[in-house]
């Protein structure tokens, strides 16, 4: 079971980047892909949530309106659009799955969980 993230990079605020999470190993309409971020020093904060069959979307207060995030089932990959980046953007964006609901946050909480991708926002 893998889930490979891609896409992450620096770009300055108001910028855009998407990022990419490939999963493998499961069956991925079964589950709820989320997308979680973690600042240096500070806890996880869940970004947002997919769910890999009927494809309801939750977003956190904080991106909603900014970053969009879907799939494709047929490449087993969930995307974040991130758009109007802001200097509190800035984290390591960790790919997250699991059966049973949407914005869990910690990893002990998700079935599967991968390496992270740094986004860094800065003028």
């Known amino acids: 079971v893998q889930l490979v993230e891609s896409g992450g990079g620096m770009v300055q605020p108001g910028g855009s980047l998407r990022l990419s999470c490939v999963a493998s190993g499961f069956t991925f309409s079964t589950y709820w892909l989320s997308w979680v971020r973690q600042v240096p020093g500070k806890g996880l904060e869940w970004v947002a949530s997919i769910h890999g069959d009927t494809g309801m979307i939750y977003y956190a207060d904080s991106v909603n309106g900014r970053f969009t995030i ?4 047929a490449k087993n990959t969930v995307y974040l659009q991130m758009s ?3 200097l509190e953007d800035t ?3 960790y790919c997250a799955a ?3 609901t949407y914005a869990l946050r910690e990893r002990r909480e998700n079935d599967y969980w991968g390496q992270g991708t740094q986004v ?3 003028s």
């Open 70 to 73: 879907s799939k494709d089932n």
């Open 84 to 86: 109007g980046l802001q």
């Open 91 to 93: 984290a390591l964006y």
């Open 98 to 100: 699991n059966r049973r």
């Open 120 to 122: 860094t926002v800065s």
